[in-house]
């Protein structure tokens, strides 16, 4: 999938327009490092070598590494990340991250618009002195009085129908969400029908979620299905499976394995979404109060619409 996704020689050029080319021969290349951030991400929960022999065991099996190579360190690892920087993987995102969804995709659609939700939420940084003083620490009701970790906030689109991310803008938590969100208009498309939550108010992860999403996104369009019907939790294990394995294919053994994938991935489908029967609530965490449901439906809790209209039309 990330190979699909993110071929070699994409990562090529975004390291050489961020100036991350290497002056000399390391065990860790820029392009090296930005494959390891991007497998980082799918095989989250494991350690830093972990990572490392699963993104090379493909390369070693199938003859593509030029010589022997002994897993780095964590500490070596962790300078090779501070020397590329998020510049690569911002620029990756803005290369790559797209719309996905065709006029035959469902859900996708309502008349000639595409739908496209706006939502924010959270990211837990590394608990270093500079990521507290610029993102800073949410509050707690209990202890010192403030979370373990640092936070980013982030808000971004996603088409309705596959979920894709295809922008995004993080901040700090002093920065409200819709502050955010205007930053986001330059991506929205004229014929764009934009939602919002009423009171709406890490790149690498945004780049994995997108290649997965989109590999979904064509499972579902090979075998006619809702999109909504194909598991994430499943297409990530099928990808996890297969990932380390194709990273050093040719193209065409690289197609027949993803045509594999995308069989496997909609084999079996999740059963039709049925429509939401409460409204939304707020979940605060650590209540003492049990949640309340509201009976019937109560259309009060709505939601906000935005167009971006298309000239060809004229509504009124």
Sequence with gaps: ???RAFPPELIGEVIAECGRVEQRHRLLP????????????????QGYEEVARLLV???????????????PT?????????????????????????????ERTRGSWYRRWRLVAVDGTVFDLPDTAANAEFFGRPGTGRGQGRSAYPQAGVVAPAECGTHAVFAAEVGPLSVHETSLAQRLFPALDEGMLVLADRGFCGWAFLLVHHALRDLMHRAALRGRHDPDRISFTRSLRIVRR?????????????ARATTQSLREIGE????ARPLRPNPRVVKRKMSNWALGRVSGCDQSAGFALAVVPDPADHVA
């Excluded at 820029?30 to 929960?45: E, W």
């Excluded at 297969?242 to 690289?254: E, I, K, M, N, W």
């Design 1 to 3: 999938m990330l190979t």
């Design 30 to 45: 820029a392009r090296v490092v930005v494959h390891f951030v991007l497998a980082m991400c799918l095989f989250f929960g």
């Design 57 to 71: 065991q493909g390369l070693e099996r199938e003859g593509r590494w030029a010589k022997a190579w002994r897993v």
């Design 74 to 102: 964590t500490a070596a690892i962790g300078r090779a990340r501070l020397r590329s920087g998020p510049e690569p993987l911002r620029a990756l995102f803005a290369r790559v991250c797209r719309p996905v969804a065709l």
């Design 242 to 254: 297969h990932v380390t394995g194709q990273v050093a294919l040719s193209p065409s053994r690289l």
């Design 268 to 271: 079996r489908l999740l059963p």
